[in-house]
């Protein structure tokens, strides 16, 4: 999967790129941290905010408790966020998280949905559309991410609810 740069809504920082035209989002079946497989096809007809991590990545540390935010935020607004571990031990994700989030963590076993989403490095995070399209995509962390994902997914539950793509 190859993703061009394009234009994103006035106020998100330059380092967000939107798809631009958008792409099929790979699907894939991950095992819940605490059970369960998550499919992503079945959750179309929700956005979708993905971000591929990892417990001793630095920059993860800080886009999490963020991300956990934006759950507690839009859960019933009809948007997923999905936490993707790279391939690390149930239990020790199990343990670095605590009780600390409540957004599904899915373990990358292998990271094989990671190659999938030609992820190089953490944390990399995507923006799915309610057609199962990705439409944004972000790498790193520089601050801002929950102010740049209110813009984003603001404007994406706008689109849908007016009809307009």
Same mark, same amino acid.
């Given at each position: 999967?190859?993703?061009?740069?394009? $234009? =994103?809504?006035?106020?998100?920082?330059? *380092? &967000?790129?939107?798809?631009?035209?958008?792409?099929?989002?790979?699907?894939?079946?991950?095992?819940?941290?605490?059970?369960?497989?998550?499919?992503?096809?079945?959750?179309?007809?929700? =956005?979708?905010?993905?971000?591929? &991590?990892?417990? &001793?990545?630095?920059? $993860?540390?800080?886009?999490?408790?963020?991300?956990?935010?934006?759950?507690?935020?839009?859960?019933?607004?009809? =948007?997923?966020?999905?936490?993707?571990?790279?391939?690390?031990?149930? *239990?020790?994700?199990?343990? &670095?998280?605590?009780?600390?989030?409540?957004?599904?963590?899915? #373990?990358?076993?292998?990271?094989?949905?990671?190659?999938?989403?030609?992820?190089?490095?953490?944390?990399?995070?995507?923006?799915?559309?309610?057609?199962?399209?990705?439409?944004?995509?972000?790498?790193?962390?520089?601050?801002?991410?929950?102010?740049?994902?209110? #813009?984003?997914?603001?404007?994406?539950?706008?689109?849908?609810?007016?009809?307009?793509?």
């Amino acid at each position: 999967m190859s993703l061009v740069a394009g $234009c =994103v809504p006035s106020g998100v920082s330059e *380092d &967000w790129h939107r798809v631009q035209p958008s792409a099929e989002a790979p699907d894939f079946a991950l095992q819940q941290l605490d059970g369960g497989t998550v499919k992503l096809s079945e959750l179309r007809g929700r =956005v979708i905010v993905m971000e591929f &991590w990892a417990t &001793w990545c630095g920059p $993860c540390r800080f886009s999490l408790p963020s991300l956990e935010v934006m759950h507690k935020r839009y859960r019933d607004r009809g =948007v997923a966020i999905l936490l993707l571990n790279q391939d690390e031990p149930a *239990d020790a994700v199990r343990k &670095w998280l605590g009780k600390r989030f409540t957004a599904p963590i899915l #373990l990358d076993a292998g990271s094989e949905v990671a190659r999938r989403y030609n992820v190089q490095a953490i944390p990399r995070l995507f923006v799915i559309n309610r057609e199962g399209r990705v439409v944004y995509e972000h790498a790193g962390y520089g601050g801002g991410l929950e102010r740049n994902l209110t #813009l984003i997914l603001d404007q994406l539950l706008m689109e849908a609810s007016t009809g307009h793509a």
